[in-house]
């Protein structure tokens, strides 16, 4: 079924505002790098020192894909993935409302990527679908 110009619209602006969160967070990760090495460290996040890159690469990489609509629905569930683990990681101290609203965003992230996943980027990606 072929989705109208202004459901292809709504596809394309959610598509934006997903990527920007994770390219933002890809370069802040790469402008601090020496910084995430360390704080990867303290949450426990296995071998900070080849996970630190991994998770950048996964966030440039995803955040790209999805900017312009290239196989969401290969990169979507990986993004879906790795936004609940990172809250899981992360933000887990439900006590700090900043830390409970972090959750929650990985929380609709992962909503929202699910939905990539089913309908696809939209008409106006790569993929056109």
Same mark, same amino acid.
Do not use: W
């Given at each position: ?6 459901? &292809? #619209?709504?596809?394309l ?12 967070? !890809?370069? =802040? *990760?790469? *402008?601090g790098y =020496?910084?995430?090495? $360390?704080? @990867?460290g303290?949450?426990g /996040?296995?071998?900070?020192?080849? %996970?630190?890159?991994i998770?950048?690469? /996964?966030?440039?990489? $995803? ?18 993935? @790795? %936004? ?5 990681? !992360? +933000?887990? &101290?439900?006590?700090?409302? &900043? +830390? #409970? =609203?972090? @959750?929650?965003? &990985? ?7 699910? #939905?990539?996943?089913?309908t696809?980027?939209g008409?106006? %990606?790569?993929?056109?679908?």
């Amino acid at each position: 079924m072929q989705n109208s110009p202004a459901v &292809n #619209l709504v596809l394309l602006f959610a598509r934006i505002c997903v990527a920007i969160l994770f390219l933002v967070a !890809a370069y =802040n *990760k790469i *402008k601090g790098y =020496n910084f995430f090495l $360390g704080y @990867f460290g303290k949450l426990g /996040i296995p071998m900070p020192a080849i %996970s630190t890159p991994i998770i950048i690469a /996964i966030e440039l990489l $995803g955040g790209l894909a999805m900017l312009v609509g290239f196989k969401v629905r290969v990169f979507g569930p990986i993004l879906a993935l @790795f %936004s609940i683990v990172a809250g899981l990681y !992360a +933000h887990t &101290n439900f006590a700090d409302v &900043n +830390h #409970l =609203n972090h @959750f929650l965003k &990985n929380i609709g992230l992962f909503g929202t990527i699910a #939905l990539f996943y089913a309908t696809g980027a939209g008409a106006y %990606s790569v993929d056109k679908d």
